[in-house]
């Protein structure tokens, strides 16, 4: 059974740096099957996909373009974990952040989820 | 503004049955499999139809998905209360890049 716990501060200050990771058990965050992805939800924005990282021999980033000029999603091989880096935050990033497993061959479908964060952009 | 369109809310009465639409374009559900999700208020979305219409285990069979073209749609027969829940539709965009979701629809079992 495959389990994704999140980790990091529900509080971060205007223009710093928001930073979560998702331990993963059960499965491996270098399978060349699956990709490990970051989603957010707000009232505002609703569910918003914001990037992933997957291996195929190599690693590959894909990004949301809302966000492609300051987010980093990094794979940790040797804790078995990914992180989310998202810099200069505003109010406008508050939301509950999602770490998820996509096993779609092609397209996505997302079948594990953390628990998710709740991040308050404030100061 | 979603990428994918969902009705912002449904109801129907115990027993019966609902559909939920998905609407999207040709680099999106046109290009791709669709997936929905059932999330109950302070839990995190759970996957229920994945490649359209396929069931992960543990799902019930009174959960249905298709899809037509550019549209999809979940189906839920045989209503309980405790289906009540948000309900998203989401793909990937091939256009984008990058995974859409619908706006999310409000489910209530009157």
């Known amino acids: 059974q495959v389990q994704l716990q999140q980790s990091g501060p529900g509080l971060v200050q205007p223009s710093q740096t928001l930073s979560l990771t998702c331990a993963i058990s059960?499965?491996?965050?270098?399978?060349?099957?699956?990709?490990w992805n970051w989603i957010r939800q707000s009232p505002s924005r609703g569910i918003e996909w914001l990037g992933r990282?997957?291996?195929?021999?190599?690693?590959?980033?894909d990004y949301a373009v809302s966000v492609e000029t300051r987010i980093t999603i990094k794979p940790d091989t040797s804790k078995n974990q990914f992180s989310l880096h998202l810099n200069s935050v505003t109010p406008e990033d508050t939301a509950v952040y999602y770490c998820?497993?996509?096993?779609?061959?092609?397209?996505?479908?997302?079948?594990?989820w953390g628990q998710g964060t709740l991040v308050t952009v404030s100061s | 503004q979603s990428v994918l369109t969902q009705p912002p809310s449904v109801s129907a009465a115990p027993g019966q049955k609902v559909t939920i639409s998905c609407s999207g374009s040709?680099?999106?559900?046109?290009?791709?499999?669709v997936s929905w999700y059932q999330q109950v208020p302070g839990t995190a979305p759970k996957l229920l139809i994945y490649?359209?219409?396929k069931r992960p285990s543990g799902i019930p069979d009174r959960f249905s998905g298709s899809k037509s073209g550019t549209s999809a749609t979940l189906g839920i027969t045989g209503l309980q209360t405790g289906d009540e829940a948000d309900y998203y539709c989401?793909?990937?965009?091939?256009?984008?890049?990058?995974?859409?979701f619908g706006g999310g629809t409000r489910l209530t079992v009157l």
């Open positions: 490649e359209n219409s």
């Open positions: 989401g793909t990937w965009d091939t256009r984008l890049s990058a995974g859409v």
């Open positions: 040709s680099s999106n559900i046109g290009d791709n499999h």
């Open positions: 059960g499965d491996s965050v270098s399978s060349n099957s699956v990709a």
């Open positions: 998820a497993r996509d096993a779609a061959v092609a397209g996505a479908f997302f079948d594990y």
């Open positions: 990282t997957l291996y195929r021999s190599q690693w590959y980033n």
